[in-house]
């Protein structure tokens, strides 16, 4: 058997499938994005630039959409960055989204990373598919099974890494850059791609994101 067909032989037989497919790698400068109107920001949202060093970024109230860019199965890496104010940040990526009602989304409590409270430290990552499916719903009928602890835990005022792995009926979450997820959950919906951005809670509460990367498997 020649080299080529031994190559391809490995593939379909020895390799996990998502191994053979195509991967697309995008990295994102969401101050660019800003400045040239290719986020998709709806009335009332406040969103800025921050320039510090490695995090040049923006902060967002609400949910920003980036425009022209539909997500389907892959991973998502993203910097983010919180408070230490209790329910006063939330944060993070929302994904398979419809509008700013219908979606998925993997967010982030930072102001219970460190918690004295040990029931608050397992509700630091989360996972909702809204709007059937809000973190209320899940809490009260499948408690800790659509959130978790973060580990590592980061400071709640510190920057810290999400790589957010999405499969067809699985998301795994994974918090600065350790090898053992923070949280694996079944998806709750059957979309299969949709609209993805960055994701605060929409009562006026901002997040600072920097450092985007969708990786998109075909």
């Known amino acids: 058997m020649n080299n080529f067909l031994f190559r391809g032989t490995l593939c379909l037989f020895l390799l996990p499938a998502a191994l053979c497919q195509a991967q697309t790698i995008k ?3 969401l101050e660019n ?13 406040d969103v800025t630039v921050i320039k510090e060093d490695a995090y040049n970024g923006v902060s967002v109230k609400g949910i920003a959409w980036l425009k022209g ?3 389907s199965t892959g991973s998502i890496d993203i910097d983010l960055r919180g408070k230490d104010v209790f329910q006063q940040s939330f944060l993070g990526i ?3 989204g419809i509008d700013t009602t219908t979606y ?3 967010y982030f409590r930072p102001f219970n990373f460190h918690s004295a409270d040990t029931l608050r430290r397992k509700h630091c990552v989360q996972y909702i598919s809204p709007p059937d499916y809000p973190w209320e719903r899940l809490r009260k009928e499948h408690p800790l099974v659509y959130e978790n602890a973060v580990a590592p835990s980061p400071a709640a005022t510190a920057w ?12 795994r979450v994974y918090v600065n850059q350790s090898k053992i997820p923070s949280l694996v959950v079944k998806k709750l919906n059957t979309r299969n791609e ?8 929409r009562l006026g509460l901002n997040g600072d994101f920097a450092n985007l990367v969708i990786t998109s498997v075909k």
């Open 33 to 45: 994005l800003l400045k040239e109107n290719k986020l998709i920001i709806f009335p009332k949202q």
């Open 69 to 71: 860019v539909t997500f």
């Open 194 to 201: 949709g609209l993805i951005g960055l994701w605060t809670d």
């Open 160 to 171: 810290f890494h999400a790589h957010i792995e999405v499969g067809e009926n699985e998301i």
């Open 104 to 106: 998925d989304a993997v």
């Open 94 to 96: 929302a994904f398979h």
């Open 27 to 29: 990295k994102f400068n």
